[in-house]
Protein backbone atom coordinates (compact mmCIF):
# COMPACT_ATOMS: atom_id res chain seq x y z
CA UNK A 1 0.00 0.00 0.00
CA UNK A 2 1.30 3.58 -1.22
CA UNK A 3 0.06 6.69 1.18
CA UNK A 4 1.36 10.36 0.51
CA UNK A 5 0.21 12.88 2.79
CA UNK A 6 -0.56 17.03 1.48
CA UNK A 7 -0.31 19.29 3.69
CA UNK A 8 -3.57 21.65 3.49
CA UNK A 9 -2.94 23.60 6.80
CA UNK A 10 -1.58 22.76 9.88
CA UNK A 11 -4.27 21.03 11.16
CA UNK A 12 -5.84 19.83 7.81
CA UNK A 13 -4.44 16.95 5.77
CA UNK A 14 -4.81 15.37 2.12
CA UNK A 15 -3.86 11.48 2.26
CA UNK A 16 -4.00 9.66 -1.42
CA UNK A 17 -4.29 6.13 -0.39
CA UNK A 18 -3.26 3.10 -2.97
CA UNK A 19 -4.35 -0.25 -2.24
CA UNK A 20 -2.33 -2.71 -5.11
CA UNK A 21 -4.34 -4.71 -7.48
CA UNK A 22 -3.22 -7.72 -5.71
CA UNK A 23 -4.87 -7.09 -2.34
CA UNK A 24 -7.86 -6.04 -4.64
CA UNK A 25 -7.92 -9.22 -6.71
CA UNK A 26 -8.03 -11.54 -3.62
CA UNK A 27 -11.18 -9.61 -1.72
CA UNK A 28 -12.53 -9.56 -5.00
CA UNK A 29 -12.08 -13.48 -5.37
CA UNK A 30 -12.74 -13.96 -1.52
CA UNK A 31 -16.36 -12.27 -2.27
CA UNK A 32 -17.44 -14.02 -5.05
CA UNK A 33 -16.47 -17.31 -3.31
CA UNK A 34 -18.03 -16.91 -0.28
CA UNK A 35 -21.63 -15.12 -2.37
CA UNK A 36 -21.37 -18.72 -4.50
CA UNK A 37 -22.40 -20.66 -1.44
CA UNK A 38 -25.50 -18.89 -0.96
CA UNK A 39 -26.90 -17.31 -4.27
CA UNK A 40 -30.03 -18.80 -5.31
CA UNK A 41 -30.19 -18.04 -9.22
CA UNK A 42 -32.88 -19.95 -11.42
CA UNK A 43 -31.28 -22.62 -13.37
CA UNK A 44 -28.69 -22.99 -11.44
CA UNK A 45 -27.41 -25.49 -8.53
CA UNK A 46 -26.31 -23.52 -5.82
CA UNK A 47 -22.62 -23.40 -5.27
CA UNK A 48 -22.13 -24.07 -9.30
CA UNK A 49 -23.16 -20.66 -10.43
CA UNK A 50 -20.12 -19.06 -12.79
CA UNK A 51 -18.33 -16.10 -11.81
CA UNK A 52 -19.61 -14.32 -14.70
CA UNK A 53 -23.24 -15.06 -14.13
CA UNK A 54 -22.79 -13.45 -10.60
CA UNK A 55 -20.60 -10.50 -11.85
CA UNK A 56 -23.49 -9.73 -14.49
CA UNK A 57 -25.83 -9.71 -11.79
CA UNK A 58 -24.35 -8.55 -8.16
CA UNK A 59 -21.12 -6.55 -9.34
CA UNK A 60 -22.77 -3.48 -8.32
CA UNK A 61 -23.36 -4.75 -4.23
CA UNK A 62 -20.29 -6.84 -4.54
CA UNK A 63 -17.79 -4.03 -5.27
CA UNK A 64 -19.65 -1.66 -3.33
CA UNK A 65 -18.83 -4.11 -0.23
CA UNK A 66 -15.60 -5.00 -1.27
CA UNK A 67 -14.48 -1.07 -1.34
CA UNK A 68 -15.89 -0.23 1.87
CA UNK A 69 -13.70 -3.37 3.36
CA UNK A 70 -10.70 -2.24 1.74
CA UNK A 71 -11.09 1.55 2.45
CA UNK A 72 -11.97 0.09 6.15
CA UNK A 73 -8.98 -1.46 6.72
CA UNK A 74 -6.23 0.32 4.60
CA UNK A 75 -7.09 3.75 6.22
CA UNK A 76 -6.31 2.48 9.49
CA UNK A 77 -2.96 1.10 8.57
CA UNK A 78 -2.66 4.69 6.85
CA UNK A 79 -3.29 7.04 9.42
CA UNK A 80 -1.28 4.39 12.05
CA UNK A 81 1.95 4.68 9.01
CA UNK A 82 1.98 8.31 8.95
CA UNK A 83 1.06 8.50 12.38
CA UNK A 84 -1.75 10.79 12.33
CA UNK A 85 -4.14 12.15 15.21
CA UNK A 86 -7.12 12.37 12.79
CA UNK A 87 -10.31 14.67 14.74
CA UNK A 88 -13.54 14.03 13.49
CA UNK A 89 -14.83 11.89 10.66
CA UNK A 90 -12.54 12.25 7.47
CA UNK A 91 -13.82 13.39 4.14
CA UNK A 92 -13.39 10.20 1.96
CA UNK A 93 -13.23 10.60 -1.91
CA UNK A 94 -14.17 6.86 -3.01
CA UNK A 95 -14.08 6.05 -6.72
CA UNK A 96 -15.75 2.74 -8.14
CA UNK A 97 -13.94 -0.07 -7.86
CA UNK A 98 -12.50 -1.88 -10.95
CA UNK A 99 -12.02 -5.57 -11.25
CA UNK A 100 -8.59 -4.79 -12.16
CA UNK A 101 -5.72 -2.42 -11.28
CA UNK A 102 -5.22 -0.94 -7.85
CA UNK A 103 -7.68 1.17 -5.99
CA UNK A 104 -6.76 4.70 -5.10
CA UNK A 105 -9.28 7.08 -2.91
CA UNK A 106 -8.52 10.23 -1.26
CA UNK A 107 -9.22 11.54 2.54
CA UNK A 108 -9.35 15.01 4.14
CA UNK A 109 -8.60 14.70 7.40
CA UNK A 110 -8.13 17.12 10.11
CA UNK A 111 -5.29 16.46 13.55
CA UNK A 112 -4.49 18.10 16.92
CA UNK A 113 -2.46 21.01 15.99
CA UNK A 114 1.35 21.05 17.03
CA UNK A 115 1.13 23.62 19.87
CA UNK A 116 5.00 22.88 21.36
CA UNK A 117 5.63 23.83 24.71
CA UNK A 118 4.31 26.25 26.59
CA UNK A 119 5.80 28.67 29.01
CA UNK A 120 3.08 29.16 31.87
CA UNK A 121 5.58 29.97 34.46
CA UNK A 122 5.78 33.64 36.22
CA UNK A 123 2.53 34.67 34.97
CA UNK A 124 1.51 38.09 36.70
CA UNK A 125 -1.86 37.52 38.25
CA UNK A 126 -4.16 39.84 40.27
CA UNK A 127 -6.79 37.99 42.06
CA UNK A 128 -9.45 40.14 43.50
CA UNK A 129 -10.59 40.04 47.32
CA UNK A 130 -14.58 40.22 47.57
CA UNK A 131 -16.12 41.04 51.17
CA UNK A 132 -19.36 40.19 51.91
CA UNK A 133 -21.34 42.81 53.05
CA UNK A 134 -24.21 43.34 55.55
CA UNK A 135 -25.95 45.20 52.57
CA UNK A 136 -25.35 42.13 50.14
CA UNK A 137 -27.06 39.77 53.10
CA UNK A 138 -30.19 42.28 53.29
CA UNK A 139 -30.17 42.09 49.98
CA UNK A 140 -30.47 38.24 49.49
CA UNK A 141 -32.86 38.11 52.52
CA UNK A 142 -35.26 40.11 50.83
CA UNK A 143 -34.93 38.14 47.56
CA UNK A 144 -35.81 35.49 49.48
CA UNK A 145 -38.86 37.10 50.96
CA UNK A 146 -40.34 38.12 47.93
CA UNK A 147 -39.95 34.68 46.38
CA UNK A 148 -42.16 33.09 49.81
CA UNK A 149 -44.38 36.11 49.23
CA UNK A 150 -48.16 34.97 48.81
CA UNK A 151 -50.52 36.68 47.23
CA UNK A 152 -53.92 38.11 48.59
CA UNK A 153 -57.21 40.21 47.50
CA UNK A 154 -56.79 43.69 48.15
CA UNK A 155 -59.12 45.15 50.87
CA UNK A 156 -59.97 48.50 48.88
CA UNK A 157 -62.81 48.94 46.16
CA UNK A 158 -60.78 50.27 43.40
CA UNK A 159 -59.32 49.88 39.83
CA UNK A 160 -56.47 48.00 38.86
CA UNK A 161 -53.24 50.20 39.16
CA UNK A 162 -49.34 49.50 38.30
CA UNK A 163 -47.89 46.79 39.98
CA UNK A 164 -50.65 45.15 41.12
CA UNK A 165 -51.11 41.75 40.01
CA UNK A 166 -54.62 40.49 38.52
CA UNK A 167 -56.08 37.39 38.40
CA UNK A 168 -58.22 36.90 35.26
CA UNK A 169 -59.39 34.85 32.53
CA UNK A 170 -58.01 35.95 28.43
CA UNK A 171 -57.57 34.96 25.15
CA UNK A 172 -56.25 36.10 22.26
CA UNK A 173 -58.50 36.14 18.58
CA UNK A 174 -57.13 36.88 15.21
CA UNK A 175 -59.47 37.74 12.10
CA UNK A 176 -62.43 37.02 14.52
CA UNK A 177 -61.43 33.33 14.90
CA UNK A 178 -59.01 31.68 18.14
CA UNK A 179 -55.55 31.52 17.60
CA UNK A 180 -53.61 28.75 18.98
CA UNK A 181 -50.74 30.98 19.92
CA UNK A 182 -52.88 33.00 21.78
CA UNK A 183 -55.55 30.50 23.40
CA UNK A 184 -57.73 30.64 26.68
CA UNK A 185 -56.19 31.45 29.90
CA UNK A 186 -58.31 30.81 33.04
CA UNK A 187 -56.92 32.37 36.64
CA UNK A 188 -53.63 33.65 35.76
CA UNK A 189 -52.67 36.16 37.82
CA UNK A 190 -49.98 38.92 35.76
CA UNK A 191 -48.05 41.57 37.14
CA UNK A 192 -49.50 44.75 35.88
CA UNK A 193 -46.48 46.94 34.66
CA UNK A 194 -44.17 43.77 33.90
CA UNK A 195 -45.26 43.67 30.47
CA UNK A 196 -45.64 39.46 29.90
CA UNK A 197 -48.04 39.70 26.84
CA UNK A 198 -47.13 44.01 25.81
CA UNK A 199 -46.99 47.02 27.58
CA UNK A 200 -50.17 47.57 25.93
CA UNK A 201 -51.82 45.23 27.30
CA UNK A 202 -51.14 46.02 30.70
CA UNK A 203 -52.46 49.40 29.90
CA UNK A 204 -55.57 48.00 28.45
CA UNK A 205 -56.24 46.10 32.08
CA UNK A 206 -55.43 49.36 33.90
CA UNK A 207 -58.62 51.10 35.02
CA UNK A 208 -60.98 47.67 35.33
CA UNK A 209 -62.11 45.94 38.67
CA UNK A 210 -63.03 43.01 40.32
CA UNK A 211 -65.50 41.66 37.72
CA UNK A 212 -65.01 43.50 34.83
CA UNK A 213 -64.90 42.52 31.08
CA UNK A 214 -63.60 43.91 28.41
CA UNK A 215 -62.29 43.68 24.58
CA UNK A 216 -59.43 45.07 23.03
CA UNK A 217 -56.94 45.05 20.64
CA UNK A 218 -53.50 44.87 20.86
CA UNK A 219 -50.65 44.98 18.50
CA UNK A 220 -47.49 43.43 18.66
CA UNK A 221 -44.48 45.10 17.64
CA UNK A 222 -42.37 43.75 14.56
CA UNK A 223 -39.73 42.49 16.91
CA UNK A 224 -41.37 40.78 19.28
CA UNK A 225 -40.13 37.60 20.87
CA UNK A 226 -42.70 34.78 19.08
CA UNK A 227 -41.74 35.63 15.85
CA UNK A 228 -45.56 33.82 14.76
CA UNK A 229 -47.04 37.12 17.15
CA UNK A 230 -44.56 40.00 15.45
CA UNK A 231 -46.67 42.82 14.02
CA UNK A 232 -50.06 40.93 13.89
CA UNK A 233 -53.32 42.81 15.33
CA UNK A 234 -55.13 40.28 18.39
CA UNK A 235 -58.02 40.42 19.88
CA UNK A 236 -58.31 40.03 23.59
CA UNK A 237 -61.44 39.35 25.55
CA UNK A 238 -60.60 39.69 29.55
CA UNK A 239 -62.19 39.13 32.36
CA UNK A 240 -60.85 40.32 35.91
CA UNK A 241 -61.67 38.14 38.40
CA UNK A 242 -60.02 39.83 41.93
CA UNK A 243 -57.00 42.31 42.00
CA UNK A 244 -54.33 41.20 44.37
CA UNK A 245 -51.28 42.35 46.56
CA UNK A 246 -47.88 40.68 47.62
CA UNK A 247 -47.98 39.44 51.29
CA UNK A 248 -44.77 39.54 52.44
CA UNK A 249 -43.71 37.42 55.17
CA UNK A 250 -41.67 38.81 58.10
CA UNK A 251 -38.18 38.06 58.52
CA UNK A 252 -37.50 36.57 61.76
CA UNK A 253 -36.39 32.81 62.92
CA UNK A 254 -39.61 31.28 61.68
CA UNK A 255 -38.93 32.27 58.32
CA UNK A 256 -35.51 30.98 58.71
CA UNK A 257 -36.58 27.63 59.70
CA UNK A 258 -38.46 27.71 56.51
CA UNK A 259 -35.35 27.34 54.35
CA UNK A 260 -34.06 24.35 56.23
CA UNK A 261 -32.27 23.20 59.79
CA UNK A 262 -31.65 26.86 61.12
CA UNK A 263 -33.31 27.18 64.77
CA UNK A 264 -32.45 31.04 64.01
CA UNK A 265 -32.19 34.35 61.57
CA UNK A 266 -28.42 35.04 63.16
CA UNK A 267 -27.53 31.39 61.36
CA UNK A 268 -29.38 31.13 58.69
CA UNK A 269 -27.49 34.92 57.74
CA UNK A 270 -24.52 32.99 58.87
CA UNK A 271 -25.03 30.20 55.76
CA UNK A 272 -25.98 33.06 53.61
CA UNK A 273 -22.22 34.64 54.24
CA UNK A 274 -20.86 31.25 53.64
CA UNK A 275 -22.56 30.61 50.38
CA UNK A 276 -21.66 34.20 49.15
CA UNK A 277 -18.07 33.87 49.85
CA UNK A 278 -18.25 30.83 48.23
CA UNK A 279 -19.77 32.43 45.56
CA UNK A 280 -16.89 35.20 45.50
CA UNK A 281 -13.86 32.72 45.23
CA UNK A 282 -15.33 31.24 42.26
CA UNK A 283 -15.71 34.36 40.63
CA UNK A 284 -12.14 35.30 41.83
CA UNK A 285 -11.14 32.05 40.19
CA UNK A 286 -12.70 32.42 37.16
CA UNK A 287 -11.49 35.58 36.81
CA UNK A 288 -7.75 34.05 37.30
CA UNK A 289 -8.52 31.78 34.87
CA UNK A 290 -9.52 34.69 32.19
CA UNK A 291 -6.47 36.28 33.06
CA UNK A 292 -4.56 32.87 32.50
CA UNK A 293 -5.59 32.15 29.26
CA UNK A 294 -5.64 35.82 27.60
CA UNK A 295 -1.43 35.83 28.12
CA UNK A 296 -0.97 31.82 27.32
CA UNK A 297 -3.21 32.72 24.32
CA UNK A 298 -0.82 35.40 23.31
CA UNK A 299 2.26 33.50 23.41
CA UNK A 300 0.38 29.94 21.97
CA UNK A 301 -0.32 31.02 17.93
CA UNK A 302 -2.26 27.82 16.13
CA UNK A 303 -4.64 27.17 13.91
CA UNK A 304 -8.09 25.52 15.50
CA UNK A 305 -9.23 22.49 13.43
CA UNK A 306 -12.79 22.76 12.61
CA UNK A 307 -13.73 19.54 13.93
CA UNK A 308 -13.30 20.88 17.66
CA UNK A 309 -15.15 24.21 16.68
CA UNK A 310 -17.97 22.83 15.07
CA UNK A 311 -18.44 19.71 18.03
CA UNK A 312 -17.62 22.76 20.19
CA UNK A 313 -20.74 24.74 18.91
CA UNK A 314 -23.10 21.77 18.62
CA UNK A 315 -22.84 21.49 22.48
CA UNK A 316 -23.31 25.21 23.14
CA UNK A 317 -26.18 25.07 20.89
CA UNK A 318 -27.98 22.19 22.45
CA UNK A 319 -27.42 23.46 25.90
CA UNK A 320 -28.77 27.13 24.72
CA UNK A 321 -32.12 25.35 23.69
CA UNK A 322 -32.09 22.69 26.80
CA UNK A 323 -32.40 26.06 28.68
CA UNK A 324 -34.64 27.75 26.39
CA UNK A 325 -37.13 24.50 26.81
CA UNK A 326 -36.52 24.76 30.89
CA UNK A 327 -38.95 27.76 30.45
CA UNK A 328 -41.57 26.21 27.96
CA UNK A 329 -40.11 28.49 25.21
CA UNK A 330 -38.78 27.33 21.37
CA UNK A 331 -36.12 28.63 19.31
CA UNK A 332 -39.16 29.27 17.12
CA UNK A 333 -41.29 31.39 19.57
CA UNK A 334 -37.72 33.65 20.14
CA UNK A 335 -37.43 34.28 16.10
CA UNK A 336 -34.09 31.89 16.23
CA UNK A 337 -32.62 29.04 14.50
CA UNK A 338 -30.11 27.18 15.20
CA UNK A 339 -28.32 28.74 12.40
CA UNK A 340 -28.16 32.43 13.86
CA UNK A 341 -27.36 30.81 17.71
CA UNK A 342 -24.03 29.38 15.98
CA UNK A 343 -23.20 32.17 14.43
CA UNK A 344 -23.76 33.92 17.52
CA UNK A 345 -21.49 31.47 19.46
CA UNK A 346 -18.59 30.75 17.19
CA UNK A 347 -16.45 32.88 18.94
CA UNK A 348 -17.30 31.26 22.10
CA UNK A 349 -16.48 27.94 20.57
CA UNK A 350 -13.18 28.72 19.39
CA UNK A 351 -12.40 29.92 22.58
CA UNK A 352 -13.48 27.30 24.14
CA UNK A 353 -11.29 24.51 21.55
CA UNK A 354 -8.22 27.06 22.21
CA UNK A 355 -8.50 26.85 25.86
CA UNK A 356 -8.53 23.21 26.22
CA UNK A 357 -5.80 22.76 24.14
CA UNK A 358 -3.62 24.86 25.67
CA UNK A 359 -4.36 23.18 29.29
CA UNK A 360 -4.28 20.00 27.67
CA UNK A 361 -0.51 20.84 25.82
CA UNK A 362 0.57 21.73 29.62
CA UNK A 363 -0.85 18.67 31.19
CA UNK A 364 1.46 16.79 28.82
CA UNK A 365 4.09 18.95 28.89
CA UNK A 366 4.22 19.05 32.19
CA UNK A 367 3.18 14.71 32.75
CA UNK A 368 0.54 15.94 34.96
CA UNK A 369 -1.08 12.76 36.41
CA UNK A 370 -4.31 12.38 38.95
CA UNK A 371 -2.83 10.23 42.68
CA UNK A 372 -5.87 8.41 44.15
CA UNK A 373 -6.31 11.18 46.66
CA UNK A 374 -6.96 13.66 44.59
CA UNK A 375 -9.16 11.25 42.14
CA UNK A 376 -11.16 10.27 45.62
CA UNK A 377 -11.43 14.26 46.53
CA UNK A 378 -13.07 14.67 42.63
CA UNK A 379 -15.45 11.99 43.77
CA UNK A 380 -16.48 13.65 47.29
CA UNK A 381 -16.77 16.78 45.38
CA UNK A 382 -18.79 15.88 42.80
CA UNK A 383 -20.73 13.65 45.69
CA UNK A 384 -21.48 17.24 47.52
CA UNK A 385 -22.54 18.82 44.30
CA UNK A 386 -24.98 16.52 43.03
CA UNK A 387 -25.94 15.22 46.30
CA UNK A 388 -25.25 11.57 46.02
CA UNK A 389 -23.55 9.05 47.98
CA UNK A 390 -19.66 8.89 47.64
CA UNK A 391 -20.19 4.93 46.84
CA UNK A 392 -22.87 5.54 43.99
CA UNK A 393 -20.56 8.13 42.60
CA UNK A 394 -17.92 6.22 42.58
CA UNK A 395 -19.75 2.66 40.95
CA UNK A 396 -21.66 5.74 37.82
CA UNK A 397 -17.96 6.49 36.82
CA UNK A 398 -16.65 2.63 37.57
CA UNK A 399 -20.11 1.57 34.91
CA UNK A 400 -19.25 4.43 32.80
CA UNK A 401 -15.70 4.47 30.98
CA UNK A 402 -16.67 8.11 28.49
CA UNK A 403 -17.83 9.69 31.24
CA UNK A 404 -14.81 9.15 33.53
CA UNK A 405 -12.68 9.97 30.95
CA UNK A 406 -14.50 13.21 31.09
CA UNK A 407 -14.87 13.68 34.51
CA UNK A 408 -10.82 12.59 34.84
CA UNK A 409 -10.00 15.37 32.24
CA UNK A 410 -11.90 17.71 34.03
CA UNK A 411 -9.92 17.17 37.54
CA UNK A 412 -6.22 17.26 35.49
CA UNK A 413 -7.44 20.76 33.99
CA UNK A 414 -8.03 21.44 37.31
CA UNK A 415 -5.22 20.41 38.72
CA UNK A 416 -3.04 22.36 35.34
CA UNK A 417 -4.91 25.51 36.24
CA UNK A 418 -3.76 25.30 39.70
CA UNK A 419 0.13 25.04 38.75
CA UNK A 420 -0.45 27.83 36.67
CA UNK A 421 -1.16 29.92 39.80
CA UNK A 422 1.67 28.22 42.23
CA UNK A 423 4.02 29.19 39.47
CA UNK A 424 2.51 32.73 39.10
CA UNK A 425 3.01 36.28 40.59
CA UNK A 426 -0.61 36.42 42.33
CA UNK A 427 -1.30 40.03 43.60
CA UNK A 428 -4.82 40.21 45.78
CA UNK A 429 -6.55 43.73 44.94
CA UNK A 430 -9.99 45.06 45.57
CA UNK A 431 -12.44 45.12 43.12
CA UNK A 432 -13.21 48.36 41.11
CA UNK A 433 -15.40 50.68 42.77
CA UNK A 434 -18.23 51.79 39.65
CA UNK A 435 -19.75 55.11 39.88
CA UNK A 436 -22.72 55.84 40.67
CA UNK A 437 -25.39 56.74 38.28
CA UNK A 438 -27.86 59.75 38.26
CA UNK A 439 -30.53 57.49 38.74
CA UNK A 440 -28.80 55.06 41.39
Not at 294 to 299: G, N, P, Y
Not at 308 to 332: H, P
Request: aromatic share 8%; charged share 35%; hydrophobic share 35%.
Amino acid sequence: MQVTVEDLSSVKKLMCIEIPETDVVRELDKAYSNLKKTAKIKGFRPGKIPRTVMERMFKKDVHADVSYKLIQQSFIEAITEKDLKVLGTPLMDTPKLEARGPYKYKATVEVKPQIGNIDFKGLTLKKTIYDVTDAEVDAQLKALQKNMAEKGRIKEDRPVADDDWVLMDYEGFKDGEAFEETPKVENEAIKIGAAYVTKDFDEQIKGMKSGDAKEFTVHFPADYCNAKLADQDILYRVQVKEIQEEVLPEINDDFARSFGDFNSLEKFKLDIVTNLKNAYENRSHEELKSQIFEALTKKSDFELPDSLVDFELESIVAEAQRSFMSYNTTLEQLGLTKETLSEKYRDVAENNVRHHLIINQIIEQENLVLSDEELEEGYAQAAERFRRPLDEIRKYYSDHEDHFDYFKTGLLEKKAIRLIIENGAVENVEPEKKEASADE
